[in-house]
């Protein structure tokens, strides 16, 4: 697994988001860590939205960055259940997701299964 995913922060894109008390964020872009056109990550992020429209809750987008800010993944929140959005991170051929409950954050591998405590999620939010 990328060892970057471990030091993500994410950076809003909307004022004063009220998180859900579980969740996921999820992105589509850079299936498997290949890095692809921002045009070709704008479509597999609109095919992910629109892929859970009916069946999940969608919250609002999140940027997953690294912490000096070069590189840059726009991500959805989103309510389901863990095994959901494992799923769904496997689908769209992420290696990770990241979980939230409350305000603990957790890098789950879409592959081993493994979970990885990364502690307060809001003390990662950039504003």
């Known amino acids: 697994m990328n060892l970057n995913y471990f030091d993500v922060v994410f950076l809003e894109q909307e004022a004063s988001i009220k998180y859900p008390d579980s969740f996921a964020i999820i992105t589509a872009h850079n299936p498997k860590d290949i890095i692809l056109s921002k045009s070709e990550n704008q479509s597999r992020n609109h095919s992910l939205v629109q892929s859970i429209k009916e069946t999940m809750k969608l919250g609002p ?64 939010i950039k504003k």
Request: proline fraction near 0%; glycine fraction near 8%; aromatic fraction near 8%.
């Open 61 to 124: 987008c999140i940027v997953g960055m690294s912490k000096d800010e070069k590189h840059q993944e726009l991500s959805v929140i989103i309510e389901g259940t863990r095994n959901e959005l494992i799923a769904l991170g496997r689908k769209f051929e992420q290696h990770a997701i990241f979980w939230v409950k409350g305000d603990n954050l957790e890098l789950q591998d879409c592959v081993s299964m493994k979970r990885y405590d990364l502690g307060s999620f809001r003390e990662r």
